[in-house]
């Protein structure tokens, strides 16, 4: 049994993230600390922040 650790978002991530979908960086951190690794729902979120 693995237990899988979340690292830090990296700060360069974030910033494409956040240029992408016109949110705050803080806001795109948060949005892909909780969604991980689906794309899918981080860009779901990140348009719903947006709107």
Same mark, same amino acid.
């Given at each position: 049994?693995? &237990?899988?650790?979340? !690292?830090?978002?990296? @700060?360069? =991530?974030?910033?494409?993230?956040? /240029?992408?979908?016109?949110? &705050?960086?803080?806001? !795109?951190?948060?949005? @892909?600390? =909780?969604?991980?690794?689906?794309? /899918?729902?981080?860009?779901?979120?990140?348009?719903?922040?947006?709107?």
């Amino acid at each position: 049994m693995t &237990d899988k650790v979340h !690292a830090a978002t990296p @700060l360069a =991530e974030a910033t494409v993230f956040a /240029k992408k979908h016109r949110i &705050d960086i803080e806001d !795109a951190r948060k949005i @892909l600390e =909780e969604h991980g690794d689906n794309r /899918k729902a981080a860009d779901k979120a990140a348009r719903r922040i947006a709107a």
